[in-house]
């Protein structure tokens, strides 16, 4: 299947019938011996109270949610999504989810896995293709809450401030939508544009009235913080 490149404004339809999408980051390591980038991506579902989408919510408080902030631990007993055994964590209601945290920036490993009762292969820690996306999340549209009405997805560096890095050092880095056979649909080159920035909203998942939805490249960079991001939507 031929991949659809986006420009920041453009957008993708995504066909109706396609009910479960792969979605994630890829950058390059490096060059020399500097410090890795650890990037990493984030999800939010959110509602648009009154039909406005400039004042979406995270819907339910957060529950859908795909944000390490979020994720229930002894630290966090509060926390709204699940971690499982090999690092990653999803919704209760299995309708997102995000693998583990990987600060290599080689992306992860493919392992083999048994699929399961609904024919999914549900063994995600491996990544995406053979070179493994970096940052890799799962969204099944068919099972999101009704009234979700945007996915947001945010990018930023860890410990940026402290490694003196920003997205204008880091190369080659797009994000890539792939539907259920891991067919590329779509993906967004982020550019020279973001010097100097350590957060990007870099794209949202727009439902339409026919319940289909389109993947829209933002593109919005900003040095706030991952905490001013999650409290703006909190309003």
Not at 20 to 46: N, R
Not at 229 to 234: C, N, R, S, T
Request: with cysteine; glycine share 12%; proline share 3%.
């Amino acid at each position: 299947m031929a991949t659809f490149k986006l420009n920041k404004g453009q957008s993708f339809q995504i066909q109706k019938e396609i009910q479960l999408v792969h979605s994630g980051l890829v950058w390059d390591p490096p060059e020399g011996s500097g410090p890795a980038f650890d990037l990493d991506v984030h999800c939010f579902a959110l509602v648009h109270p009154g039909g406005d989408s400039n004042r979406a919510r995270l819907y339910n408080e957060g529950s859908h949610a795909l944000c390490y902030a979020f994720v229930r631990s002894s630290g966090n007993p509060e926390g709204s999504l699940t971690k499982n055994a090999d690092g990653s964590f999803q919704t209760d209601d299995g309708s997102m989810w995000h693998e583990r945290d990987d600060r290599t920036g080689r992306g992860g490993l493919i392992k083999e896995s048994e699929p399961d009762d609904d024919g999914d292969d549900d063994d995600h820690g491996g990544g995406h293709h053979d070179e493994g996306f970096r940052e890799e999340f799962k969204i099944v549209l068919a099972k999101l809450p009704g009234e979700v009405s945007e996915l947001a997805v945010w990018a930023t560096i860890h410990d940026a401030e402290r490694k003196k890095q920003d997205f204008g050092k880091v190369k080659n880095a797009y994000i890539e939508v792939c539907d259920a056979m891991d067919d590329e649909l779509c993906r967004y080159q982020l550019t020279a544009e973001f010097a100097g920035k350590t957060t990007i909203q870099v794209a949202s998942f727009l439902k339409q009235p026919d319940g289909s939805w389109r993947f829209h490249a933002v593109g919005a960079g900003s040095n706030a913080g991952l905490g001013d991001v999650i409290q703006a939507y909190f309003g």
